[in-house]
Each structure stands twice: as structure tokens, then as C-alpha cells.
T-cell receptor, first 111, second 115 residues
Framework: GENVEQHPSTLSVQEGDSAVIKCTYS??????FPWYKQELGKRPQLIID?????GEKKDQRIAVTLNKTAKHFSLHITETQPEDSAVYFC??????????FGKGTSLLVTP | DAGITQSPRHKVTETGTPVTLRCHQT?????MYWYRQDPGHGLRLIHY???????DKGEVSDGYSVSRSKTEDFLLTLESATSSQTSVYFC??????????????FGPGTRLTVL
């Protein structure tokens, strides 16, 4: 089955800096790669996703890149703000299969 | 938030007792999932359903069973709860249209403590 590895497990940045979280996946058939943000005590919520037919997608301060050959994808957050502090999860799925999640990255943005 | 509710939201029970958690959706989505979330483990899939009466096991299904008799309800049962099943349980729903996976929406979660 699919195995998703996520790094780093914790990340601390200064407000205004960029943050990058990286994930690798094992199943070359995976074609859907969402990223979820989970604030303390809340449910995970989708912030951005990418499908295997594109290499990059941006939405304001967040972007995701996908390298299908290397089987890795990354989340980039620019101009970080304290409200970006949360746990971020990457996930991957092949057609017809459930999402497999990484173990999460706890991001702390300090003022 | 998508129309997903979970009940109960909090439960404390004793080892060996049966426990049933309920997930209810109003989105008419075909796919429903149960995850557990534990520190250091992320979200792990317990069971999922791809239609009424159609279910399958996930990564950590031992000790859990599920049922789906209606599109809107997906029940997770711990037949005999153990302390290792203390966790936060999330239900999720999604739809797959034209072979394309669409966004998975999560419920608010149920915090279960087994003493």
C-alpha cells in the first residue's frame, strides 16, 4: 500500500519568513495530493491540493509543488504569520483508494 | 464546514465495555471514513465505506467494526474497548466524480478515553 513520509516533524520560523514542508510517497499510481491544516482542538481542513497532471499550484501565500519522477511534493508558505501556526498534514491517494496521511508537521510562527 | 456531525463529542468508558460512535452527514456523499488521531502517528484509517452496506478495512482495523445502513450514517463500534483505543476519532466524507478524487471533509471529532 501507499506510504507517505513527511518532514520535518516540527518547524519553527520567524514571522515573515518562508516555511517548507516536504513529503514523499511510494505508490507511483497516486495522483491526488492534498494538504490539510489542523489548528489545536479543531478538525483538519483542506488548504490546497494538487493532481498529478500539474507540477505546481498557488493560492495566495501557499503553494504546492509536485515531482512525480522523484515521488515527492512540498508545501511552501511565504510571508508566514502567527495564525499559520498549526499542524500540517500531507496525503496521497491512488484512484479508488483512500487517502494516506503523513504524520504531520507542527509549524510555529514566532512574532 | 460541510454537514458532518459526530456523536458523542466526548466519551469516557471503562475497559471491556462496548462503544459506538456515530457519524452523520447531510451532503449525500458516497464515501465515508473513520480515522483515529494519536500524537506522533498522524491520521490513521480504521475503516471506510464506499456505499450503503459496502465497507472495507483500513490500516488499523483490529478491534473495530463498522456499519452503514443508510447513506447518511456511518457507525464505528469498539466491541470491547481497550486503553490502547483511547484516541481522537474523526469521521470524514468525500465524493469521487468522473474518477477524480474530491476534497475530503472532516467531522468535528470524538475524544474517547478508555480507563
Amino acid at each position: 500500500g501507499e506510504n507517505v513520509e513527511q518532514h520535518p516533524s516540527t518547524l519553527s520560523v520567524q514571522e515573515g519568513d518562508s516555511a517548507v514542508i516536504k513529503c514523499t510517497y511510494s505508490d507511483s499510481a497516486s495522483n491526488y495530493f492534498p494538504w490539510y491544516k489542523q489548528e489545536l482542538g479543531k478538525r483538519p481542513q483542506l488548504i490546497i491540493d494538487i493532481r498529478s497532471n500539474v507540477g505546481e499550484k498557488k493560492d495566495q501565500r501557499i503553494a504546492v509543488t509536485l515531482n512525480k519522477t522523484a515521488k515527492h511534493f512540498s508545501l511552501h508558505i511565504t510571508e508566514t504569520q502567527p495564525e499559520d501556526s498549526a499542524v500540517y498534514f500531507c496525503a496521497a491517494s491512488a484512484p479508488g483508494y483512500a487517502l494516506n496521511f503523513g504524520k504531520g508537521t507542527s509549524l510555529l510562527v514566532t512574532p | 464546514d460541510a454537514g458532518i456531525t459526530q456523536s458523542p463529542r466526548h466519551k469516557v468508558t471503562e475497559t471491556g465495555t462496548p462503544v459506538t460512535l456515530r457519524c452523520h452527514q447531510t451532503e449525500n456523499h458516497r464515501y465515508m471514513y473513520w480515522y483515529r488521531q494519536d500524537p506522533g502517528h498522524g491520521l490513521r484509517l480504521i475503516h471506510y465505506s464506499y456505499g450503503v452496506k459496502d465497507t472495507d478495512k483500513g490500516e488499523v482495523s483490529d478491534g473495530y467494526s463498522v456499519s452503514r445502513s443508510k447513506t447518511e450514517d456511518f457507525l464505528l463500534t469498539l466491541e470491547s474497548a481497550t486503553s490502547s483505543q483511547t484516541s481522537v476519532y474523526f469521521c470524514a466524507i468525500s465524493e469521487i466524480l468522473a474518477g477524480r478524487y474530491n476534497e475530503q471533509f472532516f467531522g468535528p471529532g470524538t475524544r474517547l478515553t478508555v480507563l
